[in-house]
C-alpha cells in the first residue's frame, strides 16, 4: 500500500495529480482534518501537505499523533507553527526557490500593469473612448519606467529575480533587508529609508512576526504621493486597513496586489478602487512553477518515507 | 516674430508647450491644413510637426509651397510620402530611439499581461469569483514565462531593447529581420521559421510596403495554437481581419495590441474577445518619452530654422 499523505489545504486536483500518483492522498479540501476524517484514519497519518501561508499549529498536529512530517507546496512556511513542530519532532519542508521566477515575473506585470495604466487603457479602447475622443484623466502620460526608482523590500531568491528584471528594465534599484547581501543594487539599512526614496516599493520578503505590518500609516506616508506599492509577498507584511485609507487619499498613487490579509480576498472598499491592480495570490502558479514545486513535495515525501532527511528543509 | 510651425496631427496641448515656447504654432487639430487656415496663411508655413503614423501625401504637402521641413513627433513616419519630399526638396526628420525604451515596456507590459492573465485575474478578485471559489478557465495556471520562446520580428532600437527585457525575464529569444545584427540572440533568416519555433511573436519592425500584411492567415497558422501575438509597431504589419479570425477560432492562442489598422480603433468583434489585452497605441506615451521626443522636435527645427542640416534626419 503506498503511503498515506494528508492533503491540509485546498489544493487543485490537478495541482495534486502528479503526487497521487506516488502517494495516497486524504484530501481535507481545506476542512480542520478532524471534520473530514475520523481520529482512527487520522491516527495513522504520517506526512502531510499544505499551502504555506495556512495556520497549521498545535492544536492540528496533535489529531495526528504518528505526524513526522509537513511538507509546504510553495516557498513559504510562516503559517506552520514552527516551535510546536520542533516539539513533536516533526520535520517541516518547502519547496524553496521553485516558484522565484514566476513570483518575481507577477511582481513586474503588476508593476507594468500599474505604472502604464493597463486596465484602464485596454477599457478606454474596448468602450470606444478612444475612438470618439473621450478626455479620460487614466490617459494622460504617465512617467514612464526609466530612471524611476524601485526599492526591493527582501533580497531572497525572490527579491533578487525582481531587482534583475527591474534593472533591465533600465529603472534605478536598491533594496532593504535584514542584512546586505553580494548583489549589483545599493543597500539601504532601513526600510523607511529605502520608502522614502523610492518611487515603486516592491514587497518580496518573508512573512513572520518581524515582519507584520511593517508596512504601515508612517511607511506608506515615506513612500509619498507618487508611490505604487507592490505586493507579492503575503498579506500580512502590509496594514491592508492602512493601505486603503492611503489609496483613497491619495498619500500613495497606486498598488498591485497579489496577496492579501485575508484570503481569498472578498469584494471591499479596496477591491472598488480605480487605483489598484488585483490577483488571486498567483504569482507562483504557472505550469513551470508548479512542476517544480511538485518535484520538491515530491523528494520531500519520498526521503521522509525512506526514513531519510528531507531534501528541502526549512530549518 | 518666432518662426511659424504647422502642427499637422491631433497632438495634446499638454505635449506641444515647450514647442510652443519656441515657435509659433498653427494647429490643424488633425483637420487637413487648407480646412484649417487659409491658402494665404499656409503660404508661409514653411515646417511642419507630424504624427508618422497619419498620411501625409503630395497634396498637402502641395498646400504649403514654402514648406522645408516635416519633423516626425515620434520614431515613425511611415505616413510620410518620402519620395514626393524629396521631389520637393523638404527635409524629414524624426525623433530616433527617442521612445524606444517606453515601447519596449509596453511589449513586455502587454506580453505579461496576456501571458499571466491579469484583466481576468483582476475582475476574478474584484467580482468575488476568488472569495466564492467560483471556477474560472481564465484562473487555470497558464504555461509561465520561464524558458518561453520569444520570437522578436526586428532588430532596430526597439527590438533589442524589447530581446534583452525577454532575455531578463528567463525567456529564450531568436529574432528575425532584412539582416543579422550584433546582438547576443539567434538569427531566423525567415519570418515564417521564427513564427513556427516560437510561442511569443513580438512585431517591432519599421512599417512600410515591404511589411505591409506579412503577419497573415498563414503566418499566424505558423505561430500555431498555444502561440500570442504582441504588436507595437504599426496596425499595417498584421492582416487584422485575418488575427481576428485566428483569435475567434483559436488557430492562435491570445494577443496583446497596442496599435491598429485603423486607429482610433473602434469597438468591434476584435475588441469584444476575451484573450486579447488592447492599449490606444501610448507605446511611447510616458512623460520621460515625451521629454525626450520634444528635445529631438525641437532640436529639428531649431536647426531647419537656422539654415542648418536637420539633427534627426530620416534618410
Given at each position: 500500500m503506498p503511503d498515506q499523505v494528508l492533503v491540509h489545504s485546498r489544493l487543485s486536483k490537478k495541482l495534486l495529480a502528479r503526487i497521487r500518483e506516488r502517494f495516497t492522498l486524504l484530501d481535507t479540501y481545506g476542512a480542520?482534518p478532524?471534520?473530514a476524517f475520523?481520529?482512527?484514519e487520522?491516527?495513522t497519518v504520517r506526512a502531510l501537505i499544505t499551502a504555506?501561508?495556512?495556520?497549521?499549529?498545535?492544536?492540528?498536529?496533535?489529531?495526528?499523533?504518528?505526524?513526522?512530517a509537513i511538507v509546504c507546496y510553495g516557498?513559504?512556511?510562516?503559517?506552520?507553527?514552527?516551535?510546536?513542530?520542533?516539539?513533536?519532532?516533526?520535520?517541516?519542508g518547502?519547496s524553496?526557490?521553485a516558484?522565484?521566477?514566476?513570483?518575481?515575473?507577477?511582481?513586474?506585470?503588476?508593476?507594468?500593469?500599474?505604472?502604464?495604466?493597463?486596465?484602464?487603457?485596454?477599457?478606454?479602447?474596448?468602450?470606444?473612448?478612444?475612438?470618439?475622443?473621450?478626455?479620460?484623466?487614466?490617459?494622460?502620460?504617465?512617467?514612464?519606467?526609466?530612471?524611476?526608482?524601485?526599492?526591493?523590500?527582501?533580497?531572497?531568491?525572490?527579491?533578487?529575480?525582481?531587482?534583475?528584471?527591474?534593472?533591465?528594465?533600465?529603472?534605478?534599484?536598491?533594496?532593504?533587508?535584514?542584512?546586505?547581501?553580494?548583489?549589483?543594487?545599493?543597500?539601504?539599512?532601513?526600510?523607511?529609508?529605502?520608502?522614502?526614496?523610492?518611487?515603486?516599493?516592491?514587497?518580496?520578503?518573508?512573512?513572520?512576526?518581524?515582519?507584520?505590518?511593517?508596512?504601515?500609516?508612517?511607511?506608506?506616508?515615506?513612500?509619498?504621493?507618487?508611490?505604487?506599492?507592490?505586493?507579492?509577498?503575503?498579506?500580512?507584511?502590509?496594514?491592508?486597513?492602512?493601505?486603503?485609507?492611503?489609496?483613497?487619499?491619495?498619500?500613495?498613487?497606486?498598488?498591485?496586489?497579489?496577496?492579501?490579509?485575508?484570503?481569498?480576498?472578498?469584494?471591499?472598499?479596496?477591491?472598488?478602487?480605480?487605483?489598484?491592480?488585483?490577483?488571486?495570490?498567483?504569482?507562483?502558479?504557472?505550469a513551470?512553477?508548479h512542476q517544480r514545486m511538485q518535484d520538491c513535495v515530491i523528494a520531500n515525501l519520498t526521503a521522509f518515507f525512506?526514513?531519510?532527511?528531507?531534501?528541502?528543509?526549512?530549518?
Open positions: 480542520p478532524l471534520e475520523s481520529a482512527a487520522l491516527s504555506g501561508g495556512q495556520p497549521l499549529g498545535a492544536d492540528v498536529m496533535d489529531t495526528m499523533p504518528a505526524l513526522g516557498t513559504g512556511y510562516d503559517g506552520v507553527d514552527l516551535a510546536a513542530a520542533r516539539a513533536r519532532n516533526i520535520k517541516v518547502n524553496p526557490a516558484n522565484a521566477a514566476a513570483v518575481a515575473d507577477l511582481a513586474i506585470a503588476l508593476l507594468l500593469a500599474v505604472e502604464r495604466r493597463l486596465l484602464a487603457a485596454d477599457r478606454y479602447v474596448r468602450s470606444g473612448g478612444w475612438a470618439s475622443s473621450a478626455p479620460s484623466p487614466a490617459m494622460s502620460a504617465p512617467r514612464g519606467l526609466t530612471g524611476a526608482k524601485v526599492g526591493v523590500f527582501g533580497m531572497g531568491e525572490i527579491g533578487r529575480k525582481i531587482a534583475a528584471r527591474a534593472a533591465a528594465l533600465e529603472m534605478q534599484v536598491c533594496y532593504h533587508s535584514r542584512s546586505r547581501h553580494d548583489v549589483p543594487f545599493d543597500y539601504f539599512a532601513e526600510l523607511a529609508d529605502l520608502a522614502a526614496w523610492c518611487d515603486i516599493l516592491i514587497v518580496a520578503v518573508r512573512a513572520g512576526p518581524d515582519t507584520h505590518h511593517v508596512i504601515d500609516a508612517a511607511m506608506l506616508q515615506r513612500l509619498g504621493s507618487g508611490g505604487t506599492l507592490i505586493n507579492i509577498a503575503r498579506g500580512s507584511v502590509v496594514d491592508q486597513a492602512a493601505l486603503l485609507a492611503a489609496l483613497s487619499e491619495r498619500t500613495i498613487a497606486a498598488a498591485g496586489l497579489d496577496v492579501f490579509e485575508i484570503e481569498p480576498h472578498k469584494p471591499d472598499a479596496l477591491s472598488a478602487l480605480p487605483n489598484v491592480v488585483l490577483t488571486p495570490h498567483i504569482g507562483g502558479h504557472t513551470s512553477a525512506a526514513g531519510e532527511p528531507l531534501v528541502y528543509p526549512v530549518v
